[in-house]
C-alpha cells in the first residue's frame, strides 16, 4: 500500500512554518520610554523623542524631583504667555508590526497650576499613523484635562480600537500640551509605554 504522502502540520511544528514578520512583538517597542537617556538635539533633552511643535513660552526639561519611576520625567514648564495658548507637541516615531494591535501607557501629573481659574489645561495622548499621501490618522487619542494639580501621578493605560494598517510599518507616539495663560504651569510625563497586545498579525491568513 503506498503511503499517504500528505501529513498535517503538528501544533508543536506549526509556528516554524509562519513567516517572522507575521508575528507581534513581544515587550516594549518604543525608545527611551523612561526618559532616563538624554538628546543632544538642542531644546530635546530626550533620546527618541522630537519637539514637533513648540511655541517660545514653553519649554520641555529634564525633572528629577517629581518622577514616576527611574529617575527622571520629562516636565512641560510655561513662562510668560507671548500667544493665548501655549502648545508643545512631544512625539516619537515608532517601527511596528501591520496588522498588530498596541497598547499605549503612560503616567503624568500636573506638579504646579497656579491659575485655577483659567482655561483648563489640556493634554491629548495620541496614536497616529500616515497614509501615503502622509494624511495623519488616529488609532488612539486620549484626552485630559486638569481643574487642579495632582497630588500624585496618574496612570493611564489604552488599547487601540483597531490594528495598525497592513500597508503602514511604523506609528507616531505623541503627547500635546495646551495650556492657556497660565504662566508657572508644570506638567510631568513618565513611563511611556507602546505594547503590542495581539499576538499575530492580522494582515498574515495564519
Not at 503538528?10 to 532616563?36: A, H, M, Q, W
Not at 543632544?40 to 530626550?46: H, L, N, R, S, T
Not at 495658548?85 to 516619537?92: A, E, F, G, H
Request: charged share 15%.
Amino acid at each position: 500500500m503506498a503511503k499517504n504522502k500528505d501529513k498535517a502540520v503538528s501544533s508543536k511544528n506549526k509556528d516554524r512554518c509562519i513567516p517572522p514578520v507575521c508575528f507581534c512583538e513581544t515587550g516594549e517597542v518604543l525608545v527611551n520610554g523612561g526618559f532616563e537617556t538624554p538628546g543632544v538635539v538642542p531644546f530635546v533633552p530626550f533620546a527618541g523623542w522630537d519637539v514637533f511643535a513648540r511655541t517660545l513660552d514653553i519649554e520641555l526639561v529634564r525633572d528629577t524631583q517629581n518622577v514616576f519611576e527611574g529617575n527622571v520625567a520629562a516636565s512641560v514648564r510655561t513662562g510668560v504667555p507671548l500667544v493665548p495658548t501655549s502648545i508643545l507637541v512631544l512625539r516619537q516615531y515608532v517601527d511596528v508590526t501591520p496588522g498588530c494591535l498596541y497598547q499605549l501607557q503612560f503616567a503624568e501629573r500636573l506638579v504646579s497650576f497656579p491659575e485655577p481659574d483659567s482655561i483648563l489645561p489640556l493634554l491629548v495622548a495620541s496614536l497616529i499613523y500616515l497614509d501615503r499621501s502622509l494624511n495623519e490618522y488616529e488609532l488612539i487619542s486620549i484626552p485630559i484635562l486638569k481643574s487642579e494639580q495632582d497630588a500624585e501621578f496618574n496612570v493611564h493605560q489604552h488599547v487601540a480600537e483597531l490594528a495598525v494598517p497592513c500597508e503602514v510599518p511604523a506609528i507616531i507616539v505623541q503627547f500635546s500640551f495646551y495650556i492657556t495663560n497660565a504662566p508657572g504651569t508644570v506638567w510631568n510625563l513618565d513611563a511611556v509605554s507602546l505594547q503590542a497586545v495581539s499576538p499575530a498579525s492580522a494582515c498574515c491568513c495564519i
